[in-house]
Every structure is written in structure tokens, then in C-alpha cells.
């Protein structure tokens, strides 16, 4: 029985340890000049914003990831990364009543 419910203890710690945020400096870290976007996608997720534009044969973007710690932001030139920042995310202010 005791077993059981260390097994058990072990696969909830593993579950909430899965569960945590992909938005840290670990993998923040990880984004490196000229990585492509989908090779940042795999390490971050999908973007909560993307956007870009495309000028004679060059394009460029932006994406966007944030949860309510953290916002990393990163900037692409022809599908490589070229410039990465990561923030807090700023808290919206409640209305004052």
C-alpha cells in the first residue's frame, strides 16, 4: 500500500511539473540568432500574437508569447530569429470603483 501511494505522489508531482509554463528564462535562453520559427514554436508553443510583412524577397515578423508572469517576444527576418526580449507581464489596473 505504502508503494502505491508513493508511485501515485510520484506521477502527480510529474503531472504538475508538466503542466508548468513554457515562459521562463530557461527556455528563453534557448532561442539562439537564426533559429527558424517553427524550432522556437517547439520550444515555446504557439504565439498568443504574431504578426509581419513581406518587402521585395524580405520578410520580416513578430511574435508574441505571454502568460500572467512573463511576455518573451520575438523577432524574425526571413523565417530566422534576429532578435528576442523577455519582460514581465504588466498587470492590468481594475477600474476604480
Request: with cysteine.
Amino acid at each position: 500500500m505504502r508503494t502505491l501511494r508513493s508511485v501515485g505522489v510520484a506521477v502527480l508531482l510529474l503531472f504538475l511539473a508538466a503542466c508548468g509554463s513554457r515562459l521562463n528564462q530557461e527556455n528563453f535562453d534557448k532561442i539562439r540568432d537564426g533559429m527558424s520559427q517553427k524550432e522556437v514554436r517547439e520550444i515555446l508553443g504557439e504565439p498568443v500574437d504574431a504578426s509581419g510583412a513581406s518587402f521585395l524577397g524580405l520578410s520580416s515578423g513578430e511574435a508574441m508569447w505571454k502568460d500572467d508572469k512573463t511576455t518573451i517576444t520575438v523577432h524574425f527576418l526571413n523565417d530566422k530569429v534576429v532578435g528576442k526580449h523577455m519582460s514581465p507581464t504588466e498587470k492590468k489596473e481594475k477600474p476604480k470603483s
